[in-house]
Each structure stands twice: as structure tokens, then as C-alpha cells.
């Protein structure tokens, strides 16, 4: 029981410390883009999902999501009175757990093709795949 405990505490941080990761190198690598040609982004990021015009600006979005779920088995033990004295009653069961993995980037665009700003949303399972193309690119 004490390994499952350790392990679950081990996966908790190793999570928590990824997802800080993945919005640090989102927040360098979308910063370093500002300023510079809006194609430099499609080079890194890939090719938008949406653009749209706002106030003569162009804004560029990516969009990314993956929800599912998974079930792992669970396990549970009690003492149970037998009127002779107590015994043990193992029992084996399963638990479903959902994730939804999503993230947006919007990139706004000047009208001579500079980026102006970033912003993005979402959780370290959707932008992940986003922080590692910036971290592949070196930014």
C-alpha cells in the first residue's frame, strides 16, 4: 500500500512540474516571435486552424484538443466481524477517469505582417505539443 502511495505522489509531481514546464516555454518561445515576421511562427507552430480580422489586424489561431477516458482497476481491503472473530474481505473493482487535453494560441498580426502579441489557454496536456515545437525550434 505505502508503494502505490509513492508511486501516486511520484506521478502528482511529475505532472505538476511538467505542466509548469510546458507554459514557461510557451510564454519564452511565443514572446521571442513578437516582432518579427508572422511567417516565422507558421514555421514553427505549423499552419494555422483559423484567421480572422479584427480591427485591421489579422489574427491567426491554433487550436488543439483531446478528451477520453481510461479505466484502471482499484483495490480495496476491510475487517469484517464473522461472529467468531474478524477476517479480512479483499475486493476488486475499476474506476473510469476522464481527461479533456485542449489549448488555443491567437496570434495578432499588424497590418505589415509583424506580430504584435500572443496570448494562449488551456491546460499542459493540450499545449504540450505546441511547447515542444517551440522548445524543437530553440525558442
Known amino acids: 500500500m505505502t508503494k502505490n502511495k509513492t508511486a501516486l505522489s511520484a506521478a502528482i509531481t511529475l505532472i505538476l512540474v511538467s505542466g509548469c514546464q510546458t507554459f514557461e516555454t510557451l510564454d519564452t518561445g511565443l ?81 505589415k505582417g509583424i506580430t504584435e502579441n500572443f496570448k494562449y489557454k488551456g491546460n499542459s496536456g493540450g499545449c504540450e505539443t505546441y511547447a515542444r515545437r517551440l522548445s524543437k525550434a530553440g525558442l
Open 31 to 111: 514572446s521571442s516571435l513578437i516582432g518579427k515576421p508572422y511567417k516565422q511562427a507558421f514555421d514553427v507552430l505549423g499552419f494555422p486552424d483559423a484567421e480572422n480580422r479584427i480591427d485591421g489586424k489579422r489574427v491567426f489561431s491554433w487550436g488543439n484538443r483531446q478528451t477520453g477516458s481510461y479505466t484502471v482497476p482499484t483495490f480495496s481491503s476491510s475487517q469484517v466481524y464473522t461472529g467468531t472473530g474478524y477476517t479480512t474481505v479483499y475486493t476488486q473493482g475499476s474506476q473510469t477517469s476522464y481527461y479533456d487535453y485542449n489549448c488555443q494560441i491567437d496570434m495578432i498580426v499588424n497590418s
